[in-house]
């Protein structure tokens, strides 16, 4: 079965940083890209950023580009998204999510963690 | 980026109605446009990909139509369990981007 389990999240002030980790079991990691999405009632379902199965492709949203850095270690079968410069906007549910295939590629979301919010406040 | 919109933004329906609801897209993307559910306090799940195919597990009941610009996913006779919001989204090109929501409610 497979499984997605986020963590990390919590309150932050402004300007700081916060780091999202997605545990990935019941299934090949290493064969699959991963992706970030979030959700916020106003703003809906958002992509946040992809990255492919061996981290050479890495794709961001314009409103998170040169602050927010997705990572993997197939290894420990883990990714991980490193939220700089925080902004109140940035407050949402973080989804990680599954890739179809092995690429950032035209290929939808096949299996979706619980989430983990964010809340960025003073 | 590619803006979705759905319509209707919600809907009341019996169980036993044919449901749709409609996605266009900006611009162009092909048959690259997927149909998830989401009940509430819960991820969302993929229902269909590729614009009409079904992803494994899901009912029979949820098909999807289009290419293009135009979308449809239809629920050929609403279950209970159905009773949800629907969003769609385009991987033509990134940014990916979903809809805005379809929530379907009991009348």
């Known amino acids: 079965e497979v499984q997605l389990v986020e963590s990390g999240g919590g309150l932050i002030q402004p300007g700081r940083s916060l780091r999202l980790s997605c545990a990935a079991s019941?299934?090949?990691?290493?064969?699959?890209?991963m992706h970030w999405v979030r959700q916020t009632p106003g703003k809906g379902l958002e992509w946040v950023s992809g990255i492919g199965w061996n981290s050479n492709y890495k794709a961001y949203a314009d409103s998170v580009k040169g602050r927010f850095t997705i990572s993997r270690d197939n290894a420990k079968n883990s990714v991980y998204l490193q939220m700089n410069s925080l902004r109140v906007e940035d407050t949402a549910l973080y989804f990680c999510?599954?890739?179809?295939?092995?690429?950032?590629?035209?290929?939808?979301?096949?299996?979706w963690g619980q989430g983990t919010l964010v809340t960025v406040s003073s | 980026d590619i803006q979705m919109t759905q319509s209707p933004s919600s809907l009341s329906a019996s169980v036993g109605d044919r449901v749709s609801i409609t996605c266009r897209a900006s611009?162009?993307?092909?048959?690259?446009l997927s149909w998830y559910q989401q009940k509430p306090g819960k991820a969302p799940k993929l229902l269909i990909y590729a614009a009409s195919s079904l992803q494994s597990g899901v009912p029979s009941r949820f098909s999807g139509s289009g290419s293009g610009t135009d979308f449809t996913l239809t629920i050929s006779s609403l279950q209970p369990e159905d009773f949800a919001a629907y969003y769609c989204q385009q991987s033509y090109i990134v940014p990916w981007t979903f809809g805005q929501g379809t929530k379907v409610e009991i009348k």
């Open positions: 999510a599954k890739d179809m295939s092995i690429a950032v590629a035209a290929t939808p979301f096949d299996f």
């Open positions: 611009q162009y993307v092909s048959s690259y």
């Open positions: 019941g299934f090949t990691f290493d064969d699959y890209a």
